[in-house]
């Protein structure tokens, strides 16, 4: 099953039954418009909710809720500047949730996991072979409890969403490690945000002339909002060169055409400029 809630663009009346007055997210300047934009993005994941209401309902009356492998998640974080399309927790911390049969104790974690977490886990809770090419790790040993960690570093890419915008990223438990690729655009590809009030509030303040680093490092514990930018902290320099290795040795493991220069798209895909 397929949803495009809670995607833009929301209907006009897409505030029916949203939950409260939400302030928008800590990113986002809280404006009148904004808090419209995120009553309505809350009310559309609401009705998200009834959605998979009725889908469980039907497995339910079907007998398959016992047998079936139920996997609900996201391809990328609210659809806010600064979230969507950007390498940080806001634009790569999606939802997951599971459920398999024989698991019956709920449990939640923590634990740094990735989408490619997801083929080994149905490997193996369908009794297959793992897959040694593959670079995720079954997640059956976290919900089982028998591990509280999985993965120690996690990473992340994007070259394009309309404008190409190169960007690569490791996370740790504590730090996150950015590296930007296209120094000839050092400002946000703001073509690459979905349009919205809360997009027009920043622009409004002069999102377009924003300068972005080239590398940023955050310490996610101590400053889990990514306000200060620690790449030229001398206290921080071993962590800076451990990631940034780190990060390097993942492009070459997985033969990533960035090391070769910028990434062309593919065939038949024409990108508006990152200036646009």
């Known amino acids: 099953m397929r949803l495009l809630r809670p995607h833009r663009p929301y209907p006009e009346n897409n505030d029916e039954g949203a939950p409260g007055n939400p302030a928008p997210p800590a990113y986002t300047p809280d404006t009148p418009a904004t808090r419209a934009d995120m009553r309505a993005y809350a009310a559309s994941a609401h009705k998200a909710d009834d959605c998979f209401e009725r889908g469980f309902d039907a497995l339910r009356h079907t007998g398959l809720d016992q047998r079936a492998i139920i996997i609900v998640s996201t391809d990328h974080g609210p659809p806010f500047p600064w979230a969507k399309c950007n390498l940080n927790d806001a634009g790569t911390g999606v939802m997951l949730m599971m459920r398999l049969p024989g ?65 690569r990223s490791v996370k740790t438990d504590q730090y996150r490690y950015t590296r930007r690729f296209d120094p000839e655009h050092p400002h946000p590809a703001v073509v690459n945000m979905d349009g919205s009030p809360s997009k027009q509030a920043l622009l409004d303040a002069g999102l377009r002339d924003t300068a972005l680093a080239r ?58 400029s990152p200036d646009a």
């Open 103 to 167: 698991v019956d104790r709920p449990m939640s974690t923590d634990a740094l996991v990735t989408h490619l977490d997801i083929r080994p886990t149905l490997h193996e809770a369908l009794g297959l072979p793992p897959e040694n090419a593959c670079e995720g790790k079954s997640l059956l040993p976290l919900i089982r409890g028998e591990t509280a960690k999985l993965h120690g570093q996690v990473f992340a890419k994007l070259n394009f969403h309309v404008a190409y915008e190169p960007v």
């Open 215 to 272: 590398e940023t490092l955050h310490d996610l514990l101590l400053d889990p909002t990514g306000n200060r930018n620690l790449i030229d902290a001398p206290a921080q320099a071993a962590v800076v060169d451990e990631l940034r290795s780190s990060l390097h040795r993942w492009m070459e493991r997985t033969v990533d055409p960035l090391l070769c220069g910028p990434v062309s798209p593919p065939p038949g895909v024409t990108l508006s």
